[in-house]
């Protein structure tokens, strides 16, 4: 079994009840959900909006590859109203002084921040997230998520 940790937002519709949906869909399609954090409510990060995030982060034991796992997660943000008006749009590839991509209010998203140990760097997925450091609406809830009771 594998390890992976989830990042979660939503700042449209009720945040609270499709960050619920999205966390039973990754327990009922992904694997089971073993741990989570409190929600945090915060300020939009690289985007200006009106509507403030909802952010969590939970962790989940799978037996999927990576690619599976962005696969499934993709479909749950599909399902969950998610489409490509609320995609980033990426310039070019991030670093952490330059993000270089486009935000947009969006009803839910879900990053693989986390899985295990390993490291994945292609076009389209990269593990550990790349600018995960620099949010702390994604450092304290893994933090606290990652803690042991």
């Given at each position: 079994m594998h390890r992976v940790y989830f990042g979660l937002?939503?700042?449209?519709?009720?945040?609270?009840?499709?960050?619920?949906?999205a966390i039973q869909l990754i327990g009922e399609r992904v694997g089971p959900v073993t741990r989570r954090?409190?929600?945090?409510?915060?300020?939009?990060?690289?985007?200006?909006?009106?509507?403030?995030?909802?952010n969590g982060v939970?962790?989940?034991?799978?037996e999927r590859t990576p690619r599976e796992v962005l696969r499934l997660t993709q479909q749950i943000e599909r399902d969950l109203g998610k489409s490509k008006a609320h995609a980033t749009r990426r310039t070019h590839r991030p670093t952490a002084d330059s993000p270089q991509a486009t935000y947009h209010?969006?009803?839910?998203?879900?990053?693989i921040l986390l899985y295990d140990d390993l490291t994945v760097d292609e076009p389209?997925?990269?593990?550990?997230?790349?600018l995960m450091t620099q949010r702390e609406f994604v450092m304290t809830p893994l933090r606290e998520a990652m803690s042991e009771e």
């Open positions: 937002g939503s700042n449209m519709g009720n945040r609270g009840q499709l960050l619920e949906q954090s409190s929600l945090v409510e915060t300020e939009p990060w690289g985007f200006e909006s009106a509507n403030r995030f909802l939970v962790r989940c034991e799978t209010d969006r009803p839910i998203d879900i990053d389209d997925l990269k593990i550990p997230h790349p």
